[in-house]
C-alpha cells in the first residue's frame, strides 16, 4: 500500500462513472508507504494515480521512481520524460 500527495496530472481519461476520480498520467509524492520500492518523500509517476489530493494505491507495480532534479519541472515526467 503507497498513499500519494498529487503533484501534477496530465492526459486525463474519463472514466464515465462521475462519482470516480478522473484516472490519468500523474506526479506525486509518496506520504506514507508499506511497500518495500518506495519511501515517504520518493517522487513517482504513473498511470493509475485519479485526479485527487491523495490517492491510495493498492497495487503500486504501475508507479515509477523519478529522480529528479531542479532543473527539470516534474510535469515534463507526464509527457517526454514519462511515457
Known sequence: MV???L??????????????P???Y???RVVDSRHSDFKKGDLVW????GWEE???????????KINHTDDIPLSYYTGILGM
Open 26 to 28: 500523474g506526479v506525486a
Open 22 to 24: 478522473i484516472v490519468g
Open 3 to 5: 498513499i500519494l500527495l
Open 54 to 64: 491523495y490517492s491510495l494505491m493498492t497495487a503500486p507495480e504501475y508507479l515509477f
Open 46 to 49: 504513473g498511470t493509475t494515480i
Open 7 to 20: 503533484v501534477t496530472v496530465n492526459l486525463l481519461t474519463l472514466v464515465g462513472d462521475i462519482e470516480q
